[in-house]
């Protein structure tokens, strides 16, 4: 049984990328072909899914959290609440891999997709590289992106991030899951 | 005012008080989703405190209701 986070990142928030994904893909297809209008649709589909998996990963640890604050005597509860809710990078960071290192090892633990998964060092890179083109996207920054990331938005590139934020979706999921289960004694959710 | 079988979540803009909590009075932000134990509802809820305002998620079960919205 995955959690309410990841739930709702498969039930909700997939969906609606994937409406986004085939209306880019439809203009795509157009006859005749509008570059312009694709590139705009693209840097929204960034900017769509970039937000929607930071939701995502706001959602886990806010369960996270929760659980965890539950198992703590009621008088200070409130006080830990308060302290997990402080100055969280993913509030307003971007969901890069050190913003959400950064807030889940705040639980105690250290966060290693790289060692999670034979795809970990990937799935970090696409991560990386999304929220580089999320800015440029959101910013309308007209310097050049760093080494590697891509020039050039193409829907199969956005597509390969989509995959690879739901990859590390599913993840974080067992990862937390486990996590809390060695701690706990039981299985979370 | 209980929330108690509470069918729909507390509305944004709602005055309640934190129980078990130093915290008097704060104003619900957000509400979050099932994110609790069991489905428990989170909030969102801002605490105006000196020198800066504050966000907490708390459970719905922590809370009491000062003014609704």
């Known amino acids: ?189 | 005012m209980t929330l108690q079988n509470l069918t729909e979540p507390l509305k944004a803009g709602t005055i309640v008080k934190i129980l078990n909590s130093g915290y008097q009075r704060a104003r619900i932000a957000e509400y979050r989703g099932p994110f609790g134990p069991k489905g428990a509802r989170i909030y969102r809820v801002l605490v105006q405190r000196k020198p800066r305002h504050v966000y907490i998620e708390v459970r719905e079960d922590q809370l009491e209701v000062l003014r609704a919205k």
Request: with cysteine; charged share 15%; proline share 6%.
């Open chain 1, 1 to 189: 049984m995955p959690s309410v986070a990841f739930a709702r990142w498969q039930n909700d928030r997939t969906p609606r990328l994937n409406e986004v994904d085939s209306h880019c893909a439809v203009v795509l297809a157009s006859v005749p072909p509008n570059p312009t209008f694709l590139h705009e649709n693209l840097r929204g589909f960034v900017l769509h899914l970039s937000a929607y998996f930071q939701g995502f990963c706001r959602d886990l640890y806010t369960e996270w959290s929760q659980i965890w604050i539950a198992a703590i005597p009621l008088g200070f509860q409130a006080t830990a609440q308060a302290q997990f809710s402080a100055q969280l990078a993913l509030e307003k960071g971007n969901p890069t891999y050190e913003n959400i290192n950064r807030d889940f090892s705040r639980f105690g633990f250290v966060l290693n997709l790289h060692a999670a998964s034979p795809a970990g060092a990937q799935l970090v890179t696409d991560l990386g590289h999304l929220n580089e083109w999320r800015n440029k996207a959101a910013h309308q920054g007209t310097k050049p992106l760093g080494g590697g990331v891509p020039a050039t938005l193409t829907l199969p590139i956005v597509q390969g991030w989509k995959a690879s934020c739901d990859a590390v979706a599913t993840l974080l999921d067992g990862i937390m899951r486990g996590e809390l289960r060695r701690i706990m004694g039981v299985a979370p959710w």
